[in-house]
């Protein structure tokens, strides 16, 4: 049974960091595209980062680039989401995703397998 476990959410006051971990249990993620989603209060899921299986090329949205970044711990079969110079625009529950492709996909509907979710809160 594939499971996706998310941890690391947190209220932090704007400016602050936080670093959401995911972490996998029956599939490996150096073998899978693995992305984090978020969705806001009233707004649609939006993909904010991902990084593919094969190379660890990442990919990260605009609203978010230079402030997040995608790792991953092939040891531990994690993946990360380091967020920086969070705004109130960042609270969201995030969600960690994967997807077997050749490319990293950028649609949720083209991710197969979802953890349960972090809530993220951000304080001005």
């Known amino acids: 049974q594939v499971q996706l476990i998310e941890s690391g959410g947190g209220v932090v006051q704007a400016g602050g960091s936080l670093r959401l971990s995911c972490t996998a249990s029956?599939?490996?993620?150096?073998?899978?595209?693995t992305a984090w989603f978020r969705q806001g209060p009233g707004k649609e899921r939006e993909l904010v980062a991902a990084?593919?299986?094969?190379?660890?090329?990442?990919y990260s949205a605009e609203p978010v680039q230079g402030r997040f970044l995608i790792s991953r711990d092939n040891a531990n079969n994690t993946v990360y989401l380091r967020m920086n110079i969070l705004t109130p625009e960042d609270t969201a529950v995030y969600y960690c995703?994967?997807?077997?492709?050749?490319?990293?996909?950028?649609?949720?509907?083209?991710?197969?397998?979802w953890g349960q979710g972090t809530q993220v809160t951000v304080s001005s």
């Open positions: 990084i593919s299986w094969n190379d660890g090329v990442s």
């Open positions: 995703a994967a997807a077997r492709s050749m490319m990293i996909p950028k649609t949720r509907n083209d991710y197969t397998y």
């Open positions: 029956g599939l490996t993620l150096s073998n899978i595209n």
